[in-house]
């Protein structure tokens, strides 16, 4: 089977969906000519012309308001964002219109807004946020967030043929480090359902992301010690797969939530919330949060790296739950 | 200072009377004694205090109905209030407590229920009584707190493990998973605790024994009666069969825990025997057909099968009356008043509606408070009095379609009558094979007073009631 990275894992699954499907078009900025900011969509334009890889002008509101509007008439768009810090101008697009009007008025609205976010490339405050739970908290939408590049294939195939507005996350740290095998057939993976990326027994880490690699990491140094984690890694937040979270939890009785988003508001509490209401008695000890503080993502490399959740910061908290 | 809340005793409980304060204003109480007497429409209940402390307020008078969760009294801690009414022993005053009925499940508490009702001189901590004590510490022998987790306290309480007894490793001695599941793999669990102190044990008469947790009377029971000591079920070994699948935990309504317990404690009480006895149902079918269009436009309810099993029960029991009798210690009691109750499926549950001196009520008055009290119970406007006091119970599985059940009986009933479903089968009859309306009727029967020849005899009197029908019903 072929190896590829992260990038070109979605980048394949994006040029089998355009084969396979012609209301597949992809619009955006710089997308065409100069193939994407981190060449995603290289290729594309000599592929597939320029009436499906459209260049546009720096508005993201316009171009998730084109994509709701072709998506009506019976498209399905696939949006990039450069950055996924640049969504926010997008926003009223995408939580007034996009994820409400199947509610409102019945039509079904299949677009896929994808780009890259995320720290660890010295990017600054602008370029580097994981801004997902914007997006988790607003009902309509769907949330992936994918951590392996076998993953990040069959979840934006899963997500260009889902019928509701998904809003793709794309670790652009993960971009050219992160490689897989990828098998030769037409495979997606549902959105909803996570995966034991390590099984374990004594601490559960439940996590999405880059954040999955940090977590295995952690593992690995735990193992010598002779404590046993478990890494969950939720491949989707919004839907989210529940029953996964609570079986690891009752296994292990002890649980870190690990994301490298900032600490209040962040999916961690969301899920300490969830184990709390229904695993209370499954657990021997204190719900742990390891995240980003919060603060804006430094530009400064030693203080991003401060500010970064990282294997030892992991590993850190593991010991003291072991220890509880 | 202690609210004092009417508790929700069932599901469907929204409501309770206070029938007896058995504390007064000023009275000391310790956490856990018995503090008024409730009745609701499932249970009699002696309530006992939620804390130690002086009862500073009485704010629902006798006999006064208040809804589920209202405040009924306060209680003050001690400390705050040793003042004027501490010193004032309660003994002198006129309501005299009865010992405290159910031990709590500790140490502690067999001395206290040997000692004598006047409080200390000096106010005595508050002590945390065993599982109860609230966040999940509890006072280990040298004063500590035992520090574990919830999963900890969970599995404590199914594998029945005193956490004083197992070493804690974790933070500051905290015990931890690892740490019970050691000391439950290291031997035999401790002994069950002596969960009965031997005092109460001496006093329970088997038969008589009320639904464990809650004291409630007998029905049959006069009144004058001491109450008696609800026991702890002795710790049921279920064999623990390790299952590693995905599970799902739910924890019981108030209902559905009444119900088991009501359920073991039946099967533990009684020696069940059933017996069943095949009824061809012709004439009471003939009957109901000739009848049900003209009940149903005068009563506005439908004329069930039910009163028809009601009457022919109260024939027998007139014959036989052993079966409207209860077990209590040495003596059998029989009762005067013949109480039919009606099992009656609830989505959550059952509840047993009572036809009170069905003996005394022709067939129509029969028919119409079997239709009434079933129909109050699915929408759960039954009073209290409506589901006391029953002596002999009908089961209908039949409705469902079983051919007959084994039903349990109804403590302290001594026989139960269940009817299954009626539908028409080939029979012989002169000869030849017929097509007859026929159904099962399956008695159990407590054979610690009631024989099989005497259950039989009874069978053979509802059969012939309910083949040779011969009541005009309008």
């Known amino acids: 089977m072929p190896v590829l990275t992260h990038l070109e894992a979605i980048r394949q699954g994006i040029w089998e969906e355009m084969e396979r499907d012609p209301s597949v078009f992809l619009i955006?900025?710089?997308?065409?000519?100069?193939?994407?900011?981190?060449?995603v969509t290289q290729g594309m334009l000599e592929k597939f012309g320029a009436d499906r890889v459209i260049d546009t002008p720096i508005s993201e509101s316009a171009i998730v308001g084109a994509a709701v509007g072709a998506a009506l008439m019976g498209m399905r768009p696939v949006v990039e964002m450069?950055?996924?810090?640049?969504?926010?101008?997008?926003?009223?697009?995408?939580?007034?219109?996009?994820?409400?009007?199947?509610?409102r008025w019945g039509p079904a609205v299949p677009i896929v807004i994808r780009g890259p976010s995320g720290a660890g490339v010295h990017g600054g405050p602008y370029h580097?946020?994981?801004n997902e739970m914007w997006f988790v908290h607003t009902p309509g939408l769907k949330v992936v967030v994918p951590a392996t590049a076998y993953d990040a294939k069959g979840l934006i195939k899963a997500s260009i043929r889902d019928?509701?507005?998904v809003i793709f996350y794309e670790h652009k740290f993960l971009y050219r480090r992160i490689k897989d095998e990828i098998p030769a057939d037409d495979y997606v993976v549902p959105i909803g359902k996570a995966r034991v990326a390590r099984s374990g027994t004594d601490i559960s880490v439940i996590t999405y992301g880059a954040m999955v690699w940090t977590a295995l990491e952690a593992a690995e140094e735990l193992e010598k010690e002779g404590v046993s984690l478990e890494v969950i890694d939720l491949r989707s937040l919004l839907p989210y797969d529940e029953e996964a979270v609570l079986e690891s939890v009752r296994k292990c009785s002890k649980v870190i939530l690990l994301h490298e988003d900032t600490r209040i508001g962040g999916f961690a509490g969301e899920l300490a919330a969830v184990i709390a209401e229904k695993a209370f008695e499954d657990l021997d000890g204190p719900i742990v949060r390891?995240?980003?503080?919060?603060?804006?993502?430094?530009?400064?490399p030693p203080l991003e790296e401060y500010f970064l959740p990282n294997a030892k910061k992991v590993a850190e908290a593991a010991r003291r739950l072991a220890a509880y | 200072m202690t609210n004092v809340i009417m508790p929700q005793m069932g599901e469907s409980i929204a409501e309770g009377t206070v029938t007896k304060w058995l504390k007064k204003v000023g009275d000391k109480v310790e956490r856990d004694e018995p503090l008024f007497e409730i009745s609701t429409d499932k249970v009699d209940a002696e309530i006992p205090s939620p804390s130690a402390g002086v009862l500073t307020k009485i704010l629902v008078a006798e006999n006064q109905t208040v809804a589920v969760n209202a405040i009924v009294a306060e209680i003050d801690a001690e400390g705050s209030?040793?003042?004027?009414?501490?010193s004032q022993p309660a003994a002198s005053g006129g309501a005299i407590p009865t010992p405290p009925p159910v031990p709590a499940p500790d140490g502690d508490s067999r001395a206290r229920a040997f000692e004598p009702v006047a409080p200390p001189p000096a106010p005595a901590p508050p002590q945390a009584a065993g599982m109860n004590g609230g966040l999940g510490t509890e006072i280990g022998g040298n004063g500590h707190k035992i520090r574990s987790s919830p999963l900890v306290r969970r599995i404590a309480k199914e594998k029945n493990v005193d956490l004083r007894s197992v070493k804690g490793t974790g933070l500051g001695g905290r015990i931890s998973k690892r740490d019970i599941l050691a000391y439950i793999a290291a031997g035999p669990s401790a002994p069950p605790s002596a969960r009965i102190s031997p005092a109460s044990a001496a006093q329970i008469t088997p038969g008589a024994m009320p639904p464990a947790g809650t004291e409630q009377r007998a029905s049959a029971s006069p009144s004058s009666m001491p109450a008696v000591p609800a026991p702890e079920p002795s710790p049921m070994q279920a064999p623990s069969v390790a299952f590693t699948g995905a599970t799902q935990v739910v924890p019981m309504t108030p209902m559905r825990k009444q119900i088991a317990e009501h359920m073991i404690l039946s099967r533990r009480t009684s020696a069940h025997v059933t017996t069943v006895f095949e009824v061809e149902m012709t004439r009471v079918f003939e009957t109901r057909a000739q009848n049900a269009a003209e009940f149903e436009r005068r009563n506005g309810q439908k004329l069930t099968f039910t009163p028809f099993f009601v009457r022919a029960a109260v024939e027998a029991i007139k014959q036989y009356p052993i079966f409207n009798a209860s077990v209590d210690g040495d003596n059998v009691i029989y009762k005067r008043d013949l109480n039919i109750g009606i099992a009656v499926a609830l989505e959550t549950g059952l509840i047993v509606p009572v036809v009170k001196r069905a003996d005394e009520k022709n067939f129509l008055g029969i028919a119409r408070t079997v239709a009434d009290l079933a129909e109050r119970a699915r929408t759960k406007r039954l009073n209290f009095d409506e589901v006391q006091g029953g002596t002999f119970t009908i089961t209908?599985?039949?409705?469902?379609?079983?051919?007959?059940?084994?039903?349990?009986?109804n403590q302290p009933q001594v026989a139960i009558l269940g009817v299954g479903v009626i539908e028409k089968r080939a029979v012989v009859r002169n000869d030849a094979i017929a097509i007859r309306p026929m159904a099962y009727l399956a008695l159990s029967f407590d054979h610690r007073v009631i024989d099989g020849a005497m259950a039989d005899q009874f069978m053979v009197k509802v059969k012939t009631v309910l083949e040779n029908w011969s009541e005009a019903v309008l």
């Open chain 1, 28 to 39: 955006g900025e710089d997308i065409g000519v100069y193939g994407g900011a981190f060449k």
């Open chain 1, 82 to 103: 450069q950055f996924m810090d640049f969504i926010a101008c997008g926003f009223d697009q995408i939580v007034n219109m996009a994820a409400k009007i199947h509610y």
């Open chain 1, 128 to 130: 580097s946020q994981s």
């Open chain 1, 163 to 165: 019928n509701n507005p």
């Open chain 1, 290 to 300: 390891v995240t980003s503080p919060d603060t804006p993502v430094p530009f400064s």
């Open chain 2, 81 to 86: 209030a040793a003042s004027a009414p501490s």
């Open chain 2, 396 to 409: 209908n599985p039949g409705v469902f379609g079983s051919l007959f059940g084994t039903p349990i009986i």
